[in-house]
């Protein structure tokens, strides 16, 4: 088993706020770009639909944001 560095833990710490700071942006990105309020639709208006293609679209950044990253 190898040891846990300094610069290991730092460096998934730094790779990870990356991640999560374009992951937010590219929800705030989406949620301007559209002539509709995301959030509005998916709580108020009960749209599952939406909620469906809101959360491929999550899971489709996470992928390529790992992959960048790793």
Do not use: C, H
């Not at 833990?9 to 999560?20: C, D, E, K, M, W």
């Not at 301007?32 to 679209?57: C, H, M, W, Y």
């Amino acid at each position: 088993m190898s040891e846990l560095s300094l610069s290991t833990v730092l460096s998934t710490i730094v790779y990870g706020v990356i991640g999560l700071v374009l992951f937010l942006a590219t929800l705030w990105i989406m949620e301007r770009l559209t002539p509709f309020s995301i959030q509005k639709k998916i709580t108020e208006d009960n749209n599952v639909a939406l909620g469906i293609v809101v959360g491929a679209v999550i899971l489709a950044l996470g992928m390529i944001y790992s992959a960048v990253i790793d």
